[in-house]
Structures are given as C-alpha cells and as structure tokens.
C-alpha cells in the first residue's frame, strides 16, 4: 500500500528557511503528481504547490512563489519542499499527496501522508 512520510518540519524565524522532505513507498510514482498542501489552525487545507512525480512542471500558490520550490528526487522516491524567506503566515501543518494529475484541488490527490508542523516565529 502506498505510504507517504514527510519530514523536515520545526520552528524557525522569519526569513529563515526549511527543507520538507516527503518519501513515498509502495508502488511506481512514474506516472503520478506531488502535490503540497498546507492547514493553519481554524483554516481550510491549501494549495502550496504541485509537481509531477518526475520532476517535471511545478506550480505554486501566488503565497508562496518565489520563496517555495519543490523538487523531486526519483532514485531515493522523495519529493522535496524547499521554503526560504518565511513568513509567520507560513505557519501550518504541511502535507504532501499524491494523485493522477497535478491539481491545487485537495479532491485531486489520492493518498496523503500525516503532516509535519511548520512553525515561523516573528
């Protein structure tokens, strides 16, 4: 069964920078799409970015480009996040996922790993 792990989440000031890992397992990526996603307290789940699995074509949230990007590394199955210049509005418990076709809608992705916290302080 597919299984996803994210990682690399913590406390950081603004203007810092974090690296997210998310390792995927039980099956070929090849033809699917990453996509992050991000949920602060009382908040819906949003769109960060998404990314084919081969690294191809990214997209990201007008919040986050410039500062985010995703990356993926085929060899080690693990999709990377990395987010420099952080906001306190970055705060949020990130997700990766994982689904046909690269989408910002959270209905688009069909496996979703657990979240890792993201905490910027001012």
């Known amino acids: 069964q597919v299984q996803l792990v994210e990682s690399g989440g913590g406390l950081v000031q603004a203007g810092g920078s974090l690296r997210l890992s998310c390792a995927a397992s039980?099956?070929?990526?090849?033809?699917?799409?990453v996509g992050w996603f991000r949920q602060a307290p009382g908040k819906e789940r949003e769109f960060v970015a998404t990314i084919t699995w081969t690294g191809g074509s990214a997209y990201y949230a007008d919040s986050v480009k410039g500062r985010f990007t995703s990356s993926t590394d085929n060899a080690k199955n693990t999709v990377y996040l990395q987010m420099n210049s952080l906001k306190p509005g970055d705060t949020a418990v990130y997700y990766c996922a994982i689904g046909p076709t690269s989408t910002r809608w959270v209905t688009g992705y069909d496996y979703w790993g657990q979240g890792t916290q993201v905490t910027v302080s001012s």
């Open positions: 039980g099956r070929t990526f090849g033809r699917y799409a």
